[in-house]
T-cell receptor, first 113, second 111 residues
Framework: ETGVTQSPTHLIKTRGQQVTLRCSSQ?????VSWYQQALGQGPQFIFQ???????GRGNFPPRFSGLQFPNYSSELNVNALELDDSALYLC????????????FGPGTRLLVL | SQQGEEDPQALSIQEGENATMNCSYK?????LQWYRQNSGRGLVHLIL?????REKHSGRLRVTLDTSKKSSSLLITASRAADTASYFC???????????FGTGTSLTVIP
């Protein structure tokens, strides 16, 4: 167990809807990164938050947005869902924003119909 | 893209045998990490090797890094059925605040 939790574990939405995924970081970690993992692929970096500020973003459109709270828990919001958004969404916390070991949560599996 | 590529995509071995998987990447890195993922769940960190290191050991794991060839290998010795999982290499971006994961090697260890 990494101490990183995510909710919900599974979610089904329809195209065009909005979704919020949540992540609770490991105690003491001030950095959280979000990844999208399509079936059979490696995780793709969405963005990172460090001390409540966005600290890097991958090649994802603006309809993917995030928040990090003072207690370092985090949210990933996706608007206007598309079928291709169906994936496993992983959050990972780390002690610093630099190159450090990332501790992953179990993920949220999102299915868009 | 700096994304790593693992090779082979799939590997099936008998319990007790050694498993070797390789990772190639495209641009300079500060560090390279290997992760394991069981059945589409969260990734588990296995080992980190820094760009100035050539080899690192952790239990039954041995990782090598050749920065001149932009490649790394992960060796699992005396494999067990519980090692069955997907293995990913992850390289860091120049800014150091994100990782690029490869497509993974699916390892099956047959009891």
């Amino acid at each position: 167990e990494t101490g990183v939790t995510q909710s919900p574990t599974h979610l089904i939405k329809t195209r065009g809807q909005q979704v919020t995924l949540r992540c609770s970081s490991q105690s003491g970690h001030n950095t959280v990164s979000w990844y999208q993992q399509a079936l059979g692929q490696g995780p793709q970096f969405i963005f990172q938050y460090y001390r409540e500020e966005e600290n890097g973003r991958g090649n994802f459109p603006p309809r993917f947005s995030g928040l990090q709270f003072p207690n370092y828990s985090s949210e990933l919001n996706v608007n206007a869902l598309e079928l291709d958004d169906s994936a496993l969404y992983l959050c990972a916390s780390s002690l610093f924003s630099g190159v450090e070991t990332q501790y992953f949560g179990p993920g949220t599996r999102l299915l868009v119909l | 893209s700096q994304q790593g590529e693992e090779d082979p995509q799939a590997l099936s071995i008998q319990e007790g045998e050694n498993a070797t998987m390789n990772c190639s990447y495209k641009t300079s890195i500060n560090n390279l990490q290997w992760y394991r993922q069981n059945s589409g769940r969260g990734l588990v960190h296995l080992i980190l090797i820094r760009s100035n290191e050539r080899e690192k050991h952790s239990g039954r794991l041995r990782v090598t890094l050749d920065t001149s060839k932009k490649s790394s290998s992960l060796l699992i010795t005396a494999s067990r059925a519980a090692d069955t999982a997907s293995y990913f290499c992850a390289t860091d971006a120049p800014t150091g605040n994100q990782f690029y994961f490869g497509t993974g090697t699916s390892l099956t260890v047959i009891p």
